[in-house]
């Protein structure tokens, strides 16, 4: 346990003193960087991704993955949307439709991969997100729809002394989740079920019911996405289904610490992935650089994690084996 903990604080570290030279180099190469305005900028869209990556993390944890989380945030927006233009004027109501929908859209997820028995999570959430970016398409008409509530835009566009709102929403439940995590048991048997789902079911642990449960919270942490993406811009688009929205996502965990397969990854970890990503995409945008270089950039970011993750694993095992052998 004490080599596991020293080990996610070490890598934390190394992403936090990523974030560090990264904002170090974009202050030399633009002067707009380092602005007040530019920076709130970053915390905004830090706050959209990193609420991605929170429910992306519990399914990474257990060696799982919800490719449907970008298309969920954006068709819960596009359900406020519709009914914002069919007259209905109450943030309330749209706001908890909202959490509903998101919410029933990762039980949905859970229930394919554990009670269907589709053979990898991949699968169901690949069809998922196509299934809901025509679905949003749909609802919205293929057009963008603006006009919302004030009550719905507060919590994206909101600021207390400046600050966004919505980034403060971000650290309590991020803070939540890391109790959850570390101090429960049932975070316990999220990183177990991660770890080695036979010895999960061995140990009485109903591994349907947590792997269903990190579903339907990642699909809760879509909408409220969604909803934070309508007080950002004042507007939903059905054709942002397709955004590589979950790709920042999942960069944010994996750069965060967390492994493809399963059972590591922490909250602090994630939220400095989420940093890094969202002062990426802000440097790209300040240099005038193409979207297209963007994903390119972003892609290798990824490749280059994993390939860091595999070779620790590798090393980490290595070790392992040597130390059962001078035991023996």
């Known amino acids: 346990m004490n080599k596991k903990k020293k080990s996610n604080g070490n890598s934390i570290l190394g992403t936090l003193l990523a974030l560090i030279i990264l904002c170090v180099v974009l202050t030399i190469a633009s002067d707009k960087f380092l602005t007040y305005s530019n920076l709130m900028s970053v915390l905004k869209q830090t706050t959209f991704t990193a609420l991605l990556a929170g429910g992306m993390l519990l399914c990474l944890i257990t060696a799982g993955i919800?490719?449907?989380?970008?298309?969920?945030?954006?068709?819960?927006?596009?359900?406020?949307g519709m009914l914002v233009k069919r007259?209905?004027?109450?943030?309330?109501?749209?706001?908890?439709?909202?959490?509903?929908?998101?919410?029933?859209i990762g039980l949905i997820n859970g229930t394919l991969l554990t009670r269907l028995h589709l053979p990898h999570p991949f699968v169901s959430t690949l069809?998922?997100?196509?299934?809901?970016?025509?679905?949003?398409?749909?609802?919205?008409?293929?057009?963008?729809?603006?006009?919302?509530p004030d009550g719905v835009m507060w919590l994206g566009a909101a600021t207390i002394g400046g600050f966004p709102v919505s980034f403060i929403v971000l650290i309590v439940i991020y803070i939540i989740m890391h109790i959850m995590l570390t101090r429960t048991a049932l975070g316990r048997s999220i990183y177990c079920a991660g770890g080695n789902m036979e010895a999960t079911r061995l140990s009485g642990i109903n591994s349907a019911n947590v792997l269903t449960f990190c579903y339907t919270l990642s699909g809760f942490l879509a909408a409220l996405a969604g909803i934070v993406s309508i007080g950002?811009?004042?507007?939903?688009?059905?054709?942002?289904?397709?955004?590589?929205?979950?790709?920042?996502?999942?960069?944010?965990?994996?750069?965060?610490?967390?492994?493809?397969?399963?059972?590591?990854?922490?909250?602090a970890g994630t939220l400095v992935g989420a940093l890094v990503i969202a002062t990426l995409r802000n440097g790209f945008t300040l240099l005038s650089i193409s979207s297209a270089v963007q994903n390119m950039v972003l892609g290798l970011v990824i490749i280059a994690a994993v390939l860091l993750d595999v070779t620790r694993e590798s090393m980490a095992a290595k070790a392992r084996r040597k130390e059962a052998g001078a035991k023996a």
Request: with cysteine.
């Open 127 to 148: 069809g998922m997100k196509n299934f809901l970016w025509g679905a949003a398409l749909l609802v919205t008409g293929s057009q963008m729809i603006s006009g919302f």
């Open 66 to 80: 919800d490719l449907s989380v970008g298309a969920n945030a954006t068709f819960c927006a596009c359900v406020c």
């Open 232 to 267: 950002r811009g004042g507007i939903c688009n059905g054709a942002n289904a397709i955004q590589p929205y979950d790709t920042d996502a999942i960069a944010s965990c994996v750069i965060g610490g967390a492994s493809f397969m399963g059972g590591k990854g922490t909250m």
């Open 87 to 104: 007259g209905m004027t109450s943030s309330v109501v749209l706001i908890i439709v909202a959490l509903i929908i998101g919410g029933l």
